[in-house]
């Protein structure tokens, strides 16, 4: 036992490369490094394989290392950590307790991108937030963009122009379940959903990177949710949160993506960070502070699987 | 700089005297540090605090790991590979020339701030001069075409901002460059086992870090004699030790990598954005807010920019753009990784140069009307 011992520690950096060899290659052969980091990577993991191979077969033809004494372990053991928080990171997911603390601010997409004429007072269930606003807030334009739309095309400048200056955006591709452009002819709530029309599939990162498409349209979208007393104090008790993490490179830059789900039929419950499927007409509404606030009005949410990856791109 | 003879020898010399107590130091650094990474693992592994936290941790060092070991794999080819005269002989001889140059080199060779700790060791052991070493440390995780297109896509291809961004983080790459080169003239500024390259035992380059051993064994001084050989198995034999070289560095930034790593992971776990949104009428305050920002949770130049986007519309431009300047040459990880590679005293220097130049480059791109 003391031999195979002495044996191991004599070869700690040859042992150290060959158990990082092998998660990369569980990682790799299982994709589970798309829960860490995006699918591209699997390139440079496979790169950081055959370097690692090379590095174990290269230690393994030098002279074998002392043997380890006290506090020598210390070393190989900071390198080999990692791997026990990655075993603790299993099944893991960037949740309500992320979408907290990374949230900047209240969700807004690009106000140049956006019809400027609804003025949302700000006080949860006001009748302000449904007519359309006389007093346009502040111009903002190209002061308030997408959270992070990484990926994003380049807007279209001069069409964003033009929708600002439109009084309402264009409803004309609207499914027939969006019963006019005003939103305030669309509060009668239905008891179901319209039937046969479950709206444009469609992610976050689509309604950041062009809300003007899909203003005034009936999307469905796949999110997690949350409800704070945060988000009651301020969109309302039957507004939820509906989230999704968009990832760079890896799940350290995720930022969070979110709509307002303005859920006011009430027959839903959820506890958080459960995966939804939302559908509902999307609108920008103006806040007092000159951000426009994505919503999914009259939203219907239904439980659904959790989507593989969970992050956009 | 060229590092007199003199300087190597006390920089030996101070090496020996101190590295008795600096090696306690850096025991006790890890066993504290193992014993609260543990701790966190066995008391909280069930908590959405320590959950979040493996998954980030484990991400930051997944998407590291590729590049910390070509940076390593290409250093230990430099070292075996590039002799010194060879290395001089490109250089140019002037020093503003050679820094010009350097500080551009990641335009054609881009490397990110994970793999270039390790190159650079290696370029500072063959003799290349320290404003040029500082140079290159310090422009290439900036100017280089993929930090310019992901802070292209991130920043929805405002070419402004893309071309402020690499030309500013090229003037801070130089201007810290040109004065550590007077700053330092005739002074030890590297580790002592980058300095003492003169010294029997540093003919295979094994230098592992400050306070490791030596871990190479009598194979290398071995193949340095295959140095000379030619053919297949010449190749096979310095092959197989710049690989050896490469597993040095690679241990002995590791470790260093991954304690930054831990505080990163910590710093994007449990820092509340909303926090930060409280300065944002004092230009100065937000610009100094995300610098702080950026040292705590900065994770690799090609990035942050989507990091930095995230504050669009909240922070002032020019406090996004102190973030993206900053953050790729100053963050925790990097501040441990230096330590691989120049004297503590010498990165307190350059830290607070950094920081200072950074600031007041933001400042002025604020006073100029266009980073509002």
């Not at chain 1, 992610?203 to 203003?215: H, I, V, W």
């Not at chain 2, 003799?127 to 991130?154: D, E």
């Not at chain 2, 470790?255 to 409280?278: H, K, P, S």
Request: hydrophobic share 50%; net charge positive.
């Amino acid at each position: 036992m003391r031999t195979l011992l002495d044996a191991l520690t004599r070869r700690r950096r040859a042992l150290l490369f060959l158990s990082w060899g092998a998660t990369l290659l569980v990682l790799i052969r299982l994709g589970g490094y798309r829960a860490f980091l995006r699918p591209e990577f699997g390139v440079l993991l496979k790169a950081a394989y055959l370097i690692l191979l090379l590095l174990f077969v290269a230690e393994l033809s030098r002279r074998r290392e002392a043997p380890l004494h006290g506090l020598q372990l210390l070393s190989p053991a900071i390198l080999l950590l990692p791997l026990l928080f990655l075993l603790n990171a299993q099944g893991v997911k960037l949740d309500s307790y992320a979408f907290e603390k990374r949230s900047v601010g209240t969700p807004r997409v690009a106000a140049q991108e956006a019809s400027p004429d609804r003025q949302v007072a700000h006080s949860p269930g006001s009748d302000a937030r449904s007519s359309p606003s006389s007093t346009p807030g502040p111009d903002s334009a190209g002061q308030f963009t997408p959270a992070a739309a990484p990926g994003g095309a380049a807007p279209d400048a001069s069409s964003d122009r033009e929708a600002a200056n439109a009084p309402r955006p264009d409803t004309r591709n609207s499914p027939p379940s969006a019963s006019g452009p005003s939103a305030a002819g669309r509060r009668a709530p239905a008891a179901e959903p319209p039937k046969g029309s479950h709206g444009v599939a469609v992610t976050l990162l689509d309604l950041y990177r062009s809300p003007k498409q899909y203003e005034g349209k009936m999307v469905s979208l796949v999110g997690m949710t949350n409800q704070n007393a945060k988000t009651r104090k301020e969109f309302g008790p039957t507004s939820w949160m509906v989230f999704r993490f968009v990832v760079a490179c890896c799940a350290a830059d995720a930022q969070p993506l979110a709509v307002v789900a303005d859920a006011r039929r009430g027959q839903m419950e959820f506890p958080n960070d459960t995966w939804v499927m939302v559908q509902g007409i999307f609108e920008m509404r103006r806040y007092p502070r000159g951000d426009m606030v994505p919503f999914i009005d009259d939203a219907v949410m239904s439980l659904t699987s959790e989507p593989q990856p969970p992050f956009l791109y | 700089m060229d590092i007199s003879e003199g300087a190597a020898a006390s920089a030996a010399v101070s090496a020996v005297m101190t590295s008795r107590p600096d090696r306690w130091r850096s025991h006790v650094v890890e066993v504290l540090f193992l014993a609260l990474a543990l701790g966190m693992l066995v008391l909280g592994h069930r908590t959405p605090a320590v959950r979040t936290f493996s998954l980030l941790f484990s991400s930051i060092v997944l998407e590291a790991l590729p590049f910390m070991l070509l940076g390593a794999f290409i250093g230990g080819l430099v070292e075996t590979f590039v002799s010194r005269e060879r290395m001089v002989a490109l250089l140019p001889r002037r020093q503003w020339l050679a820094v010009l140059a350097a500080a551009s080199l990641g335009m054609v060779f881009p490397v990110c701030e994970c793999a270039i700790v390790p190159v650079v060791r290696r370029l500072a052991r063959k003799g290349l001069p320290l404003p040029a070493v500082v140079a290159y440390l310090l422009g290439a995780p900036i100017a280089n075409p993929i930090v310019a297109a992901s802070t292209a896509v991130a920043y929805r291809f405002d070419w402004l901002v893309v071309g402020s961004r690499l030309l500013v983080g090229y003037l801070v790459a130089v201007s810290i460059s040109l004065v550590a080169g007077r700053l330092f003239r005739g002074r030890a500024v590297f580790v002592a086992a980058l300095e003492d390259r003169d010294a029997p035992a540093s003919n295979c380059g094994c230098s592992v870090g400050p306070d490791r051993e030596h871990a190479c064994g009598h194979a290398e001084h071995e193949a340095d004699v295959d140095h000379e050989a030619r053919g297949v198995s010449g190749l096979v034999a310095r092959l197989g030790e710049s690989l050896r070289h490469a597993a040095d560095d690679f241990v002995g930034v590791g470790q260093y990598f991954v304690i930054g790593a831990f505080v990163a992971a910590l710093a994007q776990t449990l820092i509340d954005r909303n926090l930060f949104l409280r300065v944002t009428s004092q230009p100065a305050a937000a610009i100094v807010l995300m610098m702080l920002l950026a040292v705590a949770i900065n994770l690799c130049s090609e990035a942050d920019a989507f990091v930095a986007s995230s504050f669009r519309g909240l922070m002032p431009m020019s406090a996004q753009m102190a973030f993206m300047l900053l953050g790729p040459i100053l963050d925790l990880k990097l501040l441990l990784m230096y330590q691989t590679l120049f004297r503590r005293r010498v990165i307190a220097l350059l830290a607070s140069m950094m920081a200072a130049v950074v600031l007041v480059a933001a400042l002025a791109l604020h006073a100029s009307g266009r980073f509002g």
